[in-house]
């Protein structure tokens, strides 16, 4: 079955306490993104990455690092959490970019608490 | 750059009554525009989307959209809500094919009334 999944599903962590939330995809996708999702702001690009050892900055990027060394895999890290990265996460991933018209696949979704 | 707005974070209809989510965007070049549908607990399920082509789109679970130029307007209906339908939609632009970032709106939830 063609998915995204992503690890750890829930977590609440303390200020400072390095954490990585991890992004898988088994469809062979180029392009992988992260989201951010806070009430009454929809989704926001943290980083996004159009291929293996290629990755930029979306919209809200402070705070977070992202790695793409193998195709399938697109790890969030969280050098030093603090409170207000406490949302809801998405990792979503495409085809084909630089089309527009490929649909976006989005994981289940991380809920991170930082205390 | 480009940005989305959708009317009303709220809204209520009874069982049966035709659901109408309003969704305007702007953008400086011709857009691409989405429906996503998020359930509880759940990730972003693509519901329909406009690229190119006709400007009625229809999508999955008996919904449909129109791309409106004129009124730079993209609102999502259905002709008669099923309690199924309740959940968070949003609306969401693509126009930089650069980065093939989505724009969302910051969403409508959706309570259907029995």
């Known amino acids: 079955e063609a998915q995204v999944t992503q690890n750890p599903r829930y977590l609440i962590t303390v200020t400072g306490k390095k954490l990585t939330v991890t992004c898988s995809q088994n469809m062979n996708h180029e392009y992988m993104s992260w989201y951010r999702q806070d009430p009454g702001l929809g989704l926001r690009q943290i980083y996004y990455?159009?291929?293996?050892?290629?990755?930029d900055k979306g919209d809200v990027p402070e705070g977070y690092k992202v790695s793409r060394k193998e195709k399938r895999n697109f790890p969030l890290i969280l050098e030093s959490p603090s409170p207000n990265q406490t949302s809801l996460y998405f990792c979503?991933?495409?085809?084909?970019?630089?089309?527009?018209?490929?649909?976006?696949?989005f994981g289940p979704g991380t809920r991170l608490t930082v205390l | 750059a480009q940005s989305v707005t959708q009317l009303g974070s709220h809204v209520s209809v009874s069982e049966g009554a035709l659901v109408l989510l309003r969704c305007n965007y702007s953008s400086s070049v011709p857009p691409y525009l989405f429906w996503y549908v998020q359930y509880p607990n759940q990730g972003l399920q693509l519901l329909l989307k406009?690229?190119?082509?006709?400007?009625l789109v229809k999508g999955i679970n008996g919904f449909e959209a129109e791309f409106k130029k004129s009124e730079t307007s993209f609102h999502l209906t259905k002709p008669s809500a099923h309690m199924s339908d309740a959940a968070e939609y949003f609306c969401a632009v693509i126009s930089n094919f650069g980065n093939e970032k989505l724009t969302f709106g910051t969403g409508t939830r959706l309570t259907i009334i029995p």
């Open positions: 406009y690229t190119t082509g006709a400007t």
């Open positions: 979503a991933s495409i085809a084909n970019p630089y089309e527009g018209t490929d649909t976006q696949y």
């Open positions: 990455s159009m291929n293996v050892e290629v990755t």
